[in-house]
């Protein structure tokens, strides 16, 4: 994944009431160009999601695609195209996001550099391993003229770039 944290959702649907419109109206936000109807999310459906992740496993669309329908007593829908295999798809990034900021972690920023070098603290970052999984290390934070830079562990040449990826401060 590319982009860690998902920008504000164009249409927030704060319930299961406001999700079941949204699915038997899906003209009002499917139909809006992009990424405005790519970009709604469902908090009830992100609960459901981590409920599923919770006590089945790993969430794959169209399983808890099913398995949402299966508890609600709603007919399947097309996997592909429908409102609410959208949906689960749309909010697979926003459950992410939500994880990451439960978790702490920010969007790095030079500022969150600055903050870091002045409070003699180390930053974590993470970021992608080679085997597609997560990886976090703690850096140093460097002053070099007027930029600050995260250095990894035992290197003086190499910095790590933070713009956009997930990043905590490290308590001294």
């Given at each position: 994944?590319?982009?860690e944290f998902m920008p504000e959702p164009s249409l927030l649907l704060p319930d299961k009431?406001?999700?079941?419109?949204?699915?038997?109206?899906?003209?009002?936000?499917?139909?809006?160009?992009?990424?405005?109807?790519w970009m709604v999310k469902s908090v009830w459906l992100c609960e459901q999601m981590n409920?599923?992740?919770?006590?089945?496993?790993?969430?794959?669309?169209?399983?808890?695609?099913?398995?949402?329908?299966?508890?609600?007593?709603?007919?399947?829908?097309?996997?592909?195209?429908?409102?609410?295999?959208?949906?689960?798809?749309?909010?697979?990034?926003?459950?992410?996001?939500?994880?990451?900021?439960?978790?702490?972690?920010?969007?790095?920023?030079?500022?969150?550099?600055?903050?870091?070098?002045?409070?003699?603290?180390?930053?974590?970052?993470?970021?992608?391993?080679?085997?597609?999984?997560?990886?976090?290390?703690?850096?140093?934070?460097?002053?070099?003229?007027?930029?600050?830079?995260?250095?990894?562990?035992?290197?003086?040449?190499?910095?790590?770039?933070?713009?956009?990826?997930?990043?905590?401060?490290?308590?001294?």
């Open positions: 994944m590319n982009r009431a406001a999700t079941v419109h949204a699915m038997a109206h899906p003209e009002e936000w499917m139909k809006k160009p992009y990424p405005f109807g409920e599923y992740e919770r006590t089945v496993g790993y969430v794959y669309n169209v399983a808890v695609m099913r398995w949402i329908e299966q508890r609600e007593g709603w007919e399947p829908s097309d996997e592909n195209g429908s409102p609410l295999s959208q949906l689960i798809y749309n909010n697979q990034g926003f459950r992410w996001t939500d994880k990451l900021i439960a978790d702490g972690w920010q969007e790095g920023h030079e500022t969150m550099l600055v903050q870091a070098f002045r409070e003699r603290k180390k930053i974590e970052v993470m970021s992608d391993n080679l085997m597609g999984g997560k990886v976090s290390t703690v850096c140093s934070v460097v002053q070099l003229g007027d930029r600050y830079y995260a250095r990894p562990p035992r290197k003086r040449k190499y910095h790590i770039l933070i713009d956009g990826k997930p990043v905590r401060l490290v308590p001294a």
